[in-house]
């Protein structure tokens, strides 16, 4: 099931359809202070943000957003690896970080020009969720549908399996090796 949510400001969530994710709401105050991942100087930092909350049975991440009064955020996220950003206004970048620790393991950096694509940067890569997913389901939706095979089913493996863990492609013919990549 998708989740949905849309952030418009620091605190207004207009949208929210799905119990995965969710704007975390500190104890004091609108925003958290996180350290500054980017720019780093000699000394500590910190930077007002608001975190969105994912959950997941992989272990819980959030979504930090340097906070701004002309945020327009509008996240879609498949509840456990794949999120797609479709609406971004008010900000330049997302940090992610693991619940609970405040170590920020990756980010996304937004373009100043819609044409130009999202650009993610993942520091500490395990198990973690990726845009890309979506450019693959779109691709094998085309094929699907150019094909004409609507029963076929779509089956990556899990995003941290290796690719002999997916599929020996010899099928037990070692004539020839199908499974090399050169």
């Known amino acids: 099931m998708s989740n949905i949510l849309t952030l418009k400001g620091v605190k207004d969530v207009t949208e929210q359809i799905g119990t995965r994710i969710w704007r975390e709401q500190p104890s004091k ?26 959950e997941r049975v992989r272990g819980d991440l959030d979504l930090v957003i340097p906070a701004s009064s002309d945020i327009l955020l509008r996240v879609f996220y498949d509840g456990e690896d794949a999120l797609n950003f479709t609406k971004h206004r008010g900000f330049s970048r997302i940090g992610l970080i693991r619940c609970g620790d405040p170590r920020v393991i990756g980010q996304w950096l ?38 004409n095979l609507p029963e076929l ?27 090399l990549t050169h």
């Open 29 to 54: 105050g609108d925003t958290f202070p996180i350290l500054k991942w980017w720019d780093i100087k000699g000394n500590a930092e910190y930077v007002p943000c608001v975190k969105i909350h994912l």
């Open 110 to 147: 937004f373009p100043k020009h819609k044409s130009a694509d999202i650009l993610q940067q993942i520091y500490d890569p395990e198990g973690l969720p990726t845009q890309g997913i979506r450019i693959f389901f779109e691709y094998f939706i085309k094929q699907r549908d150019d094909f």
């Open 153 to 179: 089913i779509l089956d990556a493996g899990f995003i941290s399996d290796t690719p002999e863990d997916i599929h020996d492609l010899n099928k037990g013919n070692a004539s020839f090796d199908l499974n």
